[in-house]
């Protein structure tokens, strides 16, 4: 691949639920190759989406190969900006301590401010 | 100033969104906009289905997509990966044949990197 | 009538609309990211309505998401028992 | 920031996590089934608290599906115009 | 095809709108074959469904050959029994007289009962 | 008694979704309800992909539909006109190949009306 002519901030948005889709893993397929190109990015957790960040989770009771470990192993990647929007924590009944330790909970308008602040946005 | 733009395309092409991103890009083009690639991914990749049949009287994305890239050279990147999950193959041999319309290149994820640092704007559809 | 729910009704309207349906003698079925709903307001305020509406979820498939719940009201059952609804009920609507 | 919405608020949540996710100075562009969250009410009100926040919807897409809007605040436009909008701002997120 | 086994009561829903997905026209393409095999089949709008039974719709506008026109032809098919969820019509700001003629507005209790005496319940 | 059932799948096979299809039809067996059909519609057509390609560390839900088919003789029918429209073919010859998979029976709604007429239950996943 050729020389990337610009370096941006990427946002990965996750709105859907582990299991039921492709939109979980193949986001964080993305983000890990926009990482390894060294482009600054972080991942965002909003609406189902923060069930993907939820301990304790065991994909192989169906039959799943678990791609959610992957998330401990972000910072190898370069990917330290994992942001979980409260809001959506709270209405789902889900409290912080049921979170992933690497994770940042961030309250509706944080949230929004660290997503404007983004160049390039995609959502999954 | 010269506009580069790139599209992001993860809706499946049997629904009116497909007619929606094509005919965004040919406005871009008509805005003298520069349409520097479109990557298929997710649903998207299904765009990219050789055998994608249309009855003849209604809207031919497929066609459409192909005529983007014939006469304005835009390249139409289709992740291999995606499109594999979802059953496309760019197998060649005596017992399989690629599955995947002329006009569209098979690429990675790199090419998405490439285009979104590229491109002075890119939008998901 | 048996309402089978596979998606989350926070993200959709899967859940309200079954529940918009649902009429007494009605069973509920949560099955697959259909669990998630199990800590949805509108359902727990139907549970706690005593309604005669009964909630089953599959078990197997709210551990594997790491959700739990701590309401009488609702049964965990298992995928043999799923089949033991379908056939005690006259038909079934699917919601997605 | 530009937020693209193509679908319902009604059946989805699409609506919901674009205003949730809004700031002063954003737009809001609704495109095909978007346009059907011309008659939402969380849309409504927002509309109707003179926000810094900017509507449009391509005008196309809501006469097809005779989706009528009688609201002063938002814009009906036509696809040239998205351009330009997409080139106004910074970033965009779709929201689906 | 053989001789059906036994006749049965075909509910088919629509819950989504018509022109993003091929939901509707796949929906509307079950329930005719099913009334020509005549099994007594009826129709339910609820949800974005009832955007399907809308008047002066144009599908042309996008370059969408229009399935909705059918609903016009459907006693041709035997498929009398057309009903509207009236709750979904009014959370969305519609009015009875922007239906199609020929489709029955119920109450929410109503659509329900109709639905539940049917023996076998297609959604789309 | 004897009890009889159908399904009509219509979600798409890259997900937990169809797992549960597949292990729904195998507790049906095990407790001796005769599994008389599955029918294959909307986006559910794509189980039928021959070239679906899955991680041979991942649930392959392709061989598991066919040792359904294989071992209890449960058809698989495959909603053609649904399947063409999500970029499948059953097209045969020197520029074409069937890209629909062994074990599946192409065939139109006529079989989706037989099935719901013969069956004591049926259920939509």
């Given at each position: 691949m050729s020389d990337l002519t610009s370096t941006k901030t990427i946002a990965i948005i996750n709105s859907q639920a582990p299991f039921a889709s492709a939109a979980g893993k193949e986001a964080l397929d993305a983000a890990l190759i926009f990482g390894s190109f060294e482009q600054a990015t972080s991942l965002f957790f909003i609406a189902d989406g923060v069930y993907q960040v939820i301990k304790a989770q065991d994909g192989a009771l169906l039959e799943l190969k678990d791609y959610l470990k992957t998330f401990s192993a972000l910072p190898f990647y370069d990917i330290e900006n994992i942001y979980v929007c409260q809001q959506s924590v709270i209405a789902r009944g889900l409290?912080?301590?049921?979170?992933?330790?690497?994770v940042q909970l961030l309250s509706s308008n944080d949230f929004s401010q660290r997503l404007h602040a983004h160049n390039v946005i995609y959502r999954f | 100033m010269h506009n580069t733009l790139a599209l992001v395309v993860t809706t499946p092409p049997n629904s009116n969104l497909t007619t929606t991103a094509i005919n965004l890009i040919k406005s871009a083009l008509a805005s003298g906009v520069e349409v520097i690639g479109v990557f298929f991914y997710q649903d998207g990749v299904l765009n990219a289905a050789k055998h994608l049949s249309i009855p003849s009287d209604e809207y031919q994305s497929l066609a459409h997509w192909q005529q983007l890239n014939h006469d304005h050279h835009i390249p139409l990147h289709l992740c291999i990966t995606a499109a594999e999950k979802r059953g496309l193959s760019d197998e060649h041999g005596e017992h399989a044949q690629s599955t995947i319309a002329q006009s569209f290149t098979v690429s990675g994820l790199g090419e998405l990197v490439e285009l979104t640092s590229k491109a002075q704007r890119v939008v998901q559809l | 009538m048996l309402h089978i729910i596979r998606h989350s009704g926070f993200n959709s309207n899967a859940l309200t609309l079954c529940l918009d349906t649902a009429l007494a003698g009605d069973a509920i079925l949560l099955m697959d990211d259909g669990c998630y709903n199990l800590t949805h307001p509108s359902l727990l305020a139907k549970c706690g309505k005593q309604t005669e509406l009964k909630v089953y979820f599959v078990d197997l498939h709210a551990k594997a998401r790491a959700i739990h719940t701590n309401q009488a009201a609702v049964s965990a059952i298992d995928m043999s028992a799923v089949i033991t609804l379908i056939f005690q009920h006259e038909n079934s609507i699917t919601w997605s």
């Open positions: 409290t912080a301590d049921s979170l992933l330790d690497n | - | -």
